[in-house]
């Protein structure tokens, strides 16, 4: 339903672009976004954009170094991740339902691509 990709290894204060492809049920969905669980932590949402208004929300930590973004016609949402830090370092899920900051509020996850920021 879900299908991320552009996950790896990157230096510290270099960047990396995710993009998140929705396909079947997931196009239904007017909130997208990324969810990312670093190792023995818990996983905590980075970023969300309604499809409908364009409207995105950030989580603290990664406000004003990723930017969100969508192409309807391709049903992709993109995650542009600069300025990355070695704290960056998680598996991030590109995840679609209503929307919001809690995991609650999305009904499909995607498998998941590893980012790494070494230093």
């Known amino acids: 339903q879900l299908a991320e990709s552009g996950g790896g290894l990157v230096l510290a204060g270099g960047s990396l672009t995710l993009s998140c492809e929705a396909f079947?049920?997931?196009?239904?969905?007017?909130?997208m976004g990324w969810f990312r669980q670093a190792p023995g932590k818990k996983r905590e949402f980075v970023a969300g954009?309604?499809?409908?208004?364009?409207?995105?929300y950030y989580e603290w930590p990664v406000k004003g170094r990723f930017t969100i973004s969508g192409d309807n016609a391709k049903n992709t949402v993109y995650l542009q991740m600069d300025e990355l830090k070695p704290e960056d370092t998680a598996i991030y899920y590109c995840?679609?339902?209503?929307?919001?900051?809690?995991?609650?509020?999305?009904?499909?996850w995607g498998q998941g691509t590893q980012v790494t920021v070494s230093t």
């Open positions: 995840v679609a339902g209503i929307g919001g900051r809690q995991s609650s509020g999305y009904d499909y």
């Open positions: 079947g049920r997931t196009l239904n969905s007017d909130g």
């Open positions: 954009i309604s499809r409908s208004t364009g409207r995105t």
